[in-house]
């Protein structure tokens, strides 16, 4: 059986966005996958729960492409694999098969690494098989074990007769061991060299270890050449010069590190590149300049080689990734001068596209339009945050336009207009626009108003269900007032919040704070309430206070430096 939010079910064309209707479309076949992921096939035990889960984010990017091609989820399915190799860098990973003896070690299997990375790993099989010989490894398999139970290598057994490829060996190496290959490339006299290490959130954590091998179905792209296809199973050195795209498809479940000069040469072939690598580039340019593995600019030289015309996936993952920096600073100059170049970047793109609705445009314009529109507002473009407040008090626009100007307002808001919004939740009589209302206030920049909002989330004056959710967003921008005023109360009846809601709050909140003197406080929180079973995902908070600490203090300095001669006159 399937539990379905009403937010991910309903949906109303007269007020509902693009956004949510994807989302919508997602949930629906994610959930509907399940009765052959889940019900026709069942797994044994949870050790295997990504068979299900997996296939399940696998399968809603499938249905997507196949029923609505026009959105190209497969394309936007690419943040869903940052996901799972973002938590694999983590101290906290684990393999995607792992031992489960507890219920507490059952819920926690309920992550990215089981969502996301299983999708990964299998859209990376799926590539390497071809879509019609994976088709029908599948059928085999749901006709050999309808109505029973399976572990993963019935699976990969029958996907392996099927291919005549080591399917076998590639799952093994993915799901029984934890971590994210990193292909480090180089070039010596004799051509193209290529090794693997193992990719850590921070390159000098000293948690290398033992060496780690994957084998890698692998693409190369030599810019006017054939792509070439092979099977990383060693170091090989090939004949191949600068330029060339490593994983090009980044179908690979890898990350991939240039000698720097090697990098730069890349960047003049971006703008003709498929926007997929276009996106590969970028990704892991921040997930290694956030490492120290390479200069933190470098995801900045890709987008800088973009067109304003590139497809409006491809710039809405450099507004996300511009929000990502952007919240790892504190106010002050460096932050300032951070979204001064921020908005020099993104302002041109928004101009190209328009403020409004054009016929025939691209069916994620409208999706680029207001995520542009709401990270320049957030970056305190003046222009932008005027029209929202115009937009959101006349009524007009479209429900993106109206749902982004909610934000803006909300987010910028001072104490008379958080008023307004507020008394408009409350009066409100429709569910939805209730909960996004709240939603968006949760979002305040005010520390004043932030812990207004955080009072009404402790109480049952919110949506039933929802408290969790705000108190988590109110702790993305305010993690130090939702750690020390929030946290001691989540327990309070009025709340509403079961444990596992209470801990996931706990979690989200640590993973925001960057002074490492708060590691003491979570741990006495850990040692207190948390059994030694459920401490996974802590684990990763106290890593991620340092993390945080780290890239403020080394990553953002030398950024800083970078955008410094970006502008100098």
């Known amino acids: 059986a399937s539990l379905f939010s009403q937010d991910d079910l309903l949906f109303d064309p007269a007020k509902s966005t693009e956004p949510e209707r994807q989302d919508v479309f997602e949930v629906v076949s994610h959930e509907m996958s399940h009765q052959w992921f889940g019900d026709l096939v069942t797994m044994a035990w949870w050790d295997n729960l990504w068979l299900n889960e997996g296939f399940a984010d696998w399968m809603e990017t499938v249905a997507a492409d196949a029923l609505h ?24 990973t684990h393999p995607v098969v792992q031992d489960v003896d ?107 270890g033992a060496a780690q091998r994957w084998t890698i179905p692998l693409s190369l792209a030599i810019p006017g050449a054939q792509t070439r296809q092979m099977l990383l199973t060693d170091t090989p050195t090939l004949p191949l010069h600068s330029p060339v795209l490593v994983n090009a498809g980044q179908t690979a479940y890898a990350r991939v590190l240039y000698p720097q000069s090697a990098f ?3 960047l003049p072939a971006v703008p003709g590149l498929a926007p997929v690598d276009q996106l590969g580039l970028m990704n892991d340019g921040l997930a290694l300049g956030l490492g120290g ?35 790892h600073y504190t106010d002050g100059p460096a932050r300032a001068a951070f979204r001064a170049f921020a908005r020099s970047l993104l302002a041109p793109v928004l101009a190209q596209i328009g403020e409004g609705p054009r016929p025939g445009e691209n069916p994620n314009a409208p999706i680029l339009r207001d995520t542009l529109t709401s990270t320049l507002g957030h970056l305190g473009d003046e222009t932008v945050i005027a029209r929202a407040r115009q937009i959101l008090a006349s009524g007009a626009g479209t429900p993106d336009e109206q749902r982004t100007a909610l934000d803006i307002a909300a987010e910028t808001a001072d104490a008379a207009e ?118 996974r995902p802590f684990v990763g908070a106290v890593a991620a206070i340092r993390q945080n600490h780290r890239i403020a203090t080394a990553v953002l300095p030398a950024l800083d430096r970078w955008i410094a001669a970006q502008t100098k006159p």
């Open 69 to 92: 091609p026009e959105w190209q989820k497969g394309l936007q399915a690419q943040s869903i694999f940052e996901s799972g190799k973002q938590a694999d860098a983590e101290p906290s």
């Open 102 to 208: 507890t219920a507490a070690q059952a819920l926690q299997a309920f992550d990215s690494i089981t969502y996301d990375k299983g999708a990964v790993v299998i859209t990376m099989l799926n590539a390497y098989i071809g879509p019609d010989v994976f088709r029908e490894g599948v059928r085999r398999y749901m006709r050999a074990h309808a109505f029973g139970n399976t572990v993963d290598t019935d699976l990969w057994g029958i996907m392996q007769t099927a291919a005549k490829k080591p399917i076998l060996r590639i799952e093994r190496d993915f799901t029984r061991q934890e971590g994210l290959p990193l292909i480090c490339v180089s070039f010596p006299q004799a051509g193209l060299h290529l090794a693997e290490i193992r990719f850590f959130d921070n390159a000098r954590s000293g948690q290398q």
């Open 264 to 266: 730069v040469d890349l």
């Open 293 to 327: 593995y390479a200069p933190p600019e470098n995801v900045f030289l890709v987008a800088q080689t973009l067109p304003a015309t590139a497809d409006p996936v491809v710039w809405r993952r450099v507004a996300a990734i511009v929000m990502t920096l952007d919240w």
């Open 418 to 535: 958080f008023d307004s919004l507020l008394d408009r939740a409350r009066k409100s009589r429709d569910p939805l626009d209730k909960e996004r209302i709240y939603d968006s206030l949760s979002s305040v920049a005010d520390p004043a108003l932030a812990k207004r909002m955080m009072a009404i989330a402790l109480t049952n004056e919110v949506p039933a269900g929802s408290s969790a959710g705000i108190i988590s967003q109110l702790a993305y921008y305010h993690p130090d007032l939702i750690w020390s005023e929030a946290v001691p109360h989540l327990g309070d009846p009025a709340s509403g919040m079961t444990r596992d809601e209470q801990w996931d709050v706990i979690v989200a909140t640590a993973r925001g704070l960057s002074d490492p003197d708060r590691i003491p406080e979570v741990q006495a929180y850990i040692d207190a309430h948390v059994p030694a079973d459920a401490r």
